[in-house]
């Protein structure tokens, strides 16, 4: 199976960055990922020229609404005008930060889905239990975005508290919650939350892929991490 590599460049790089991506990974060819670069907005249009086909083009997010008076909204119509295959929603800084709901964020699943972008949907969790009813709460979530009957969607396990800490829950931890995920919806499902040059290989090797902030943002570095964690897939 292809394992599914995101790159979230949340609000850094630049056209320098997307350049220096598709100098570093322009020879390295591995049927076994597919590489997903998710940069700022302005920066979409111009990525999706420069890497041409290379690697896939996804935002960090989309508006619930079609179109209309929703200043600094950015609608699904125009992310595919500009070659958007994939956008992210419902990533757990949106929640903190901007306070989306599942509501919000399943309208976007289904505008996104209706423009033919595949969207990348993010289950969030707050503590680090893995008892019956944390699993039961995480269950609940996936139905109440209605993933339970979703089809060309990526589901990304993002818990609370590995965003951007440096502290990435045990691979047991990951396992069973990403398991539930996938009885819950059938569905590839990746895992996001502080993805490092240690840690990557096991949580490859659990997973179906993986959502990277920080490690993202410097190519070369993410570059020889991809490329030891696939050489090394299957021995974890």
């Not at 919000?104 to 033919?116: L, V």
């Amino acid at each position: 199976m292809t394992k599914l590599i995101v790159a979230n460049w949340k609000m850094n790089g630049g056209v320098s960055m997307i350049n220096e991506y598709i100098s570093v990974f322009v020879d390295y060819v591995n049927d076994s990922i597919k590489l997903i670069v998710c940069p700022p907005y302005p920066l979409l249009q111009q990525a999706r020229k420069i890497f041409n086909n290379t690697i896939a083009v996804g935002a960090q997010n989309c508006s619930q609404q079609t179109y209309g008076a929703f200043t600094g909204e950015v609608s699904c119509s125009l992310l595919k005008e500009v070659g958007c295959d994939f956008v992210i929603v419902g990533h757990t800084e949106r929640r903190v930060l901007f306070g989306e709901n599942n509501q919000i964020i399943k309208n976007k699943i289904d505008i996104a889905i209706k423009h033919q972008i595949q969207p990348i949907v993010c289950i969030y969790k707050e503590d680090h239990s893995t008892d019956a009813k944390a699993l039961n709460n995480i269950v609940n979530q996936c139905q109440e975005l209605g993933l339970h009957n979703a089809n060309d969607v990526i589901v990304a396990y993002e818990p609370k508290w590995a965003i951007g800490t440096n502290i990435t829950p045990d691979i047991n931890h990951v396992k069973v919650v990403l398991n539930t995920i996938r009885q819950a919806t059938s569905l590839p499902t990746i895992y996001g939350g502080s993805v490092n040059m240690d840690n990557i290989g096991k949580l490859l090797d659990v997973s179906d892929g993986l959502l990277v902030g920080g490690m993202s943002t410097k190519p070369y570095v993410f570059y020889k991490a991809i490329k030891s964690a696939c050489k090394n897939l299957g021995s974890n």
